[in-house]
């Protein structure tokens, strides 16, 4: 079994890379993304692989196979955070996946496919909005207009990549091959309490739920707060406000979920009539045809609502992925990794999402998710025992070595 402590000690570390000086806050293209980067590339270089930068920040470590430049099984995760983050969500991944290739590294044992392991730059889209930029990149799928994104201090993306050292116009090359590509494996913290309450700490997940990111922006009339009559106000928090409690209502009736998490009133003032409201949705489903449903339904009556109100509206797709099913062999892979390191094995799905919907676009993935502390996630509280740490990232390399997962076979040939 892999020692959780030294795992955790190193996830620590990591999680001392951070913009916020009291939590965790680490967003791509920062300096923090950096610090981490080159962090995380001691410990590739340290574990035997090679490690390179690509062209859209990801940090990637190399660990042949039996016969050099054979195609690779890649396992990871994202380094970057929420805003005020737990230190497992991303991060674990990624040092279990090191941690599993060093110890094939000490046992001197090398597998028939090559490893990659990837820290992906940006999984959350906390600073652009956009998610999922690394993996992306890597499957080829990155939307270019992603690049005019802004951030709150007004920086696009493209010229956040500049400072990082990066030019955008290059982002193709971070862009992988199917035949080099066998297949996407990530161990990631559950971020709900179904394992917890099952007292299982692991599992094999079967898929990954579908999501659409909105930005909505209401414009209706400033005013002066003691002269316009009520009667007479085109009211933008008003409008967003209905709109919110919609958001919530067609969640709820539809059975799926959906949060309105940033809501954003511009040149604000305790006098003024609110005329420049901005918010986000967040919508997801298991089943694309449901989550489309309830957007259309909810496009319709927040666009009924601002008509009503004499409130401009404008709403702007950020992100969308469909829902995502993991491959079998994989799942089956997971499922006989448990049984041999003595573990009952389960299948969950996932409501939440990770780079596998992006890398899904490349090739077969899968997912093994470990039991978090009260399912809590996304939060400074989010935790997992050492014990737990070691079993996750033991099953993992179980799964990376799995004979027949990625049906690669090495000719014999020493390195
Ligand atoms: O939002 C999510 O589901 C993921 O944590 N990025
Ligand atoms: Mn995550
Ligand atoms: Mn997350």
Redesign the pocket.
Same mark, same amino acid.
């Given at each position: 079994m892999i020692d959780g402590h030294s795992l955790c000690a190193q996830l620590d570390a990591l999680a001392r890379i951070s913009s916020q000086p009291d939590g965790l806050t680490r967003l791509v293209m920062s300096a923090e993304h950096r610090k981490a980067n080159d962090l995380v590339a001691s410990w590739m270089r340290a574990a035997g692989m090679q490690v390179h930068e690509d062209a859209i920040g990801n940090i990637i470590g190399r660990y042949e196979g039996l016969q050099p430049d054979a195609p690779a099984l890649i396992v990871g995760s994202h380094l970057d955070s929420?805003r005020n983050a737990g230190r497992f #969500?991303g991060p674990l991944g990624v040092v279990a996946a090191i941690t599993g290739v060093a110890s094939l590294q000490q046992a001197g044992e090398r597998l028939p496919h090559a490893l990659e392991v990837i820290g992906f730059c940006d999984?959350? *889209?906390t600073r652009f909005g956009a998610?999922m930029l690394g993996s992306r990149a890597v499957a080829g799928t990155f939307d270019s207009a992603t690049l005019a994104l802004r951030d709150d201090e007004g920086i696009s993306l493209a010229e956040a990549m500049w400072g990082f050292g990066l030019e955008p116009a290059a982002i193709g090359k971070a862009k992988r091959l199917s035949p080099e590509v066998l297949g996407y494996l990530e161990l990631h913290i559950e971020?709900g309490p179904v394992l917890e309450s099952l007292g299982l700490p692991c599992a094999a997940v079967t898929a990954i739920n579908g =999501?659409t990111r909105l930005a909505v922006t209401l414009t209706g009339t400033a005013g002066h707060a003691g002269t316009v009559p009520m009667a007479g106000r085109h009211d933008a928090l008003c409008a967003a406000a209905t709109c919110v409690l919609a958001v919530e209502e067609t969640a709820k009736a539809v059975g799926l979920v959906a949060t309105v998490g940033r809501l954003e009133v511009h040149d604000a003032a305790i006098n003024v009539i609110p005329g420049d409201v901005h918010f986000t949705i #967040?919508l997801?489903a298991a089943r694309d045809e449901a989550r489309l449903a309830a957007l259309a339904a909810l496009d319709a009556h927040m666009r009924a609502v601002c008509s009503a109100r004499g409130v401009g509206i404008a709403i702007t797709k950020l992100h969308e992925l469909a829902a995502t099913p993991c491959a079998p062999q994989i799942i089956a892979a997971i499922d006989q990794a448990c049984s041999k390191l003595g573990l009952a094995s389960h299948h969950l799905a996932s *409501? =939440? *999402? !990770?780079d596998g919907m992006a890398m899904a676009e490349l090739c077969p993935i899968g997912m093994i998710f470990l039991r978090c502390k009260g399912g809590i996630? !996304?939060h400074p509280d989010e935790s997992i025992t050492a014990a737990d740490a070691g079993l996750g990232a033991s099953l993992l390399l179980e799964v990376m070595r799995a004979p027949g997962l990625t049906g690669f076979k090495a000719t014999s040939h020493n390195l």
């Amino acid at each position: 079994m892999i020692d959780g402590h030294s795992l955790c000690a190193q996830l620590d570390a990591l999680a001392r890379i951070s913009s916020q000086p009291d939590g965790l806050t680490r967003l791509v293209m920062s300096a923090e993304h950096r610090k981490a980067n080159d962090l995380v590339a001691s410990w590739m270089r340290a574990a035997g692989m090679q490690v390179h930068e690509d062209a859209i920040g990801n940090i990637i470590g190399r660990y042949e196979g039996l016969q050099p430049d054979a195609p690779a099984l890649i396992v990871g995760s994202h380094l970057d955070s929420v805003r005020n983050a737990g230190r497992f #969500d991303g991060p674990l991944g990624v040092v279990a996946a090191i941690t599993g290739v060093a110890s094939l590294q000490q046992a001197g044992e090398r597998l028939p496919h090559a490893l990659e392991v990837i820290g992906f730059c940006d999984e959350e *889209g906390t600073r652009f909005g956009a998610t999922m930029l690394g993996s992306r990149a890597v499957a080829g799928t990155f939307d270019s207009a992603t690049l005019a994104l802004r951030d709150d201090e007004g920086i696009s993306l493209a010229e956040a990549m500049w400072g990082f050292g990066l030019e955008p116009a290059a982002i193709g090359k971070a862009k992988r091959l199917s035949p080099e590509v066998l297949g996407y494996l990530e161990l990631h913290i559950e971020q709900g309490p179904v394992l917890e309450s099952l007292g299982l700490p692991c599992a094999a997940v079967t898929a990954i739920n579908g =999501a659409t990111r909105l930005a909505v922006t209401l414009t209706g009339t400033a005013g002066h707060a003691g002269t316009v009559p009520m009667a007479g106000r085109h009211d933008a928090l008003c409008a967003a406000a209905t709109c919110v409690l919609a958001v919530e209502e067609t969640a709820k009736a539809v059975g799926l979920v959906a949060t309105v998490g940033r809501l954003e009133v511009h040149d604000a003032a305790i006098n003024v009539i609110p005329g420049d409201v901005h918010f986000t949705i #967040d919508l997801r489903a298991a089943r694309d045809e449901a989550r489309l449903a309830a957007l259309a339904a909810l496009d319709a009556h927040m666009r009924a609502v601002c008509s009503a109100r004499g409130v401009g509206i404008a709403i702007t797709k950020l992100h969308e992925l469909a829902a995502t099913p993991c491959a079998p062999q994989i799942i089956a892979a997971i499922d006989q990794a448990c049984s041999k390191l003595g573990l009952a094995s389960h299948h969950l799905a996932s *409501g =939440a *999402g !990770h780079d596998g919907m992006a890398m899904a676009e490349l090739c077969p993935i899968g997912m093994i998710f470990l039991r978090c502390k009260g399912g809590i996630s !996304h939060h400074p509280d989010e935790s997992i025992t050492a014990a737990d740490a070691g079993l996750g990232a033991s099953l993992l390399l179980e799964v990376m070595r799995a004979p027949g997962l990625t049906g690669f076979k090495a000719t014999s040939h020493n390195l």
